[in-house]
């Protein structure tokens, strides 16, 4: 059965069409930008893609967006719809089969049915996002380790 929720982007809240139920919490601006991506992307949104839209120029690590998925998540089951994304393995996220969302701005609904392929690229290369993951925290911290010692070698330098 397709569950159809309305989300209201100004109130940030979700509405069950068929109950009229609201929900009581809001989404964060992050998990707007989150669902309005995999709204408009049906096929899916990568990982690093959501991370990127939602955090735009802040350097975050995956569990961010991990939360945040469950967030919405909550919100959707609390208004009684069912699971509203689906994890797509080594990839990202995509909207479930079992719901369609309805976005509410102002006055009218508005069907989302736009591309955010050119919204992704404009995101990716105003403010891109590091995304901190378990494979690439090591060289982070070597990185940092090296940072340091330079710095040190500098300070060194500058008092003789």
Same mark, same amino acid.
């Given at each position: ?31 707007? =930008? ?7 992307? =049906? ?30 998540? =909550?919100?959707?089951?609390?208004? #009684?719809?069912?699971?509203?994304? #689906? ?6 996220? =995509? ?9 509410? #701005? ?11 392929? #050119? ?42």
């Amino acid at each position: 059965m397709l569950t159809r929720l309305i989300f209201n982007k100004q109130t940030r809240k979700l509405t069950n069409e068929l109950t009229s139920e609201s929900s009581v919490n809001q989404l964060s601006l992050s998990e707007v =930008k989150i669902l309005e991506s995999l709204i408009e992307e =049906k096929a899916g949104c990568s990982r690093e893609t959501l991370l990127t839209v939602a955090w735009q120029g802040r350097v975050v690590t995956g569990t961010s967006l991990n939360v945040a998925i469950n967030n919405i998540r =909550k919100l959707t089951k609390e208004v #009684d719809g069912p699971n509203p994304i #689906d994890a797509i393995r080594g990839f990202g996220y =995509k909207l479930s089969d079992q719901i369609m969302f309805t976005m509410n #701005d102002t006055a009218a609904n508005i069907q989302a049915k736009s591309s955010l392929s #050119d919204q992704t690229k404009s995101a990716i290369s105003k403010q891109p996002v590091v995304a901190i993951s378990p494979t690439n925290l090591p060289l982070l911290v070597v990185n940092i380790g090296m940072l340091i010692v330079i710095i040190n070698l500098i300070k060194l330098y500058l008092k003789s």
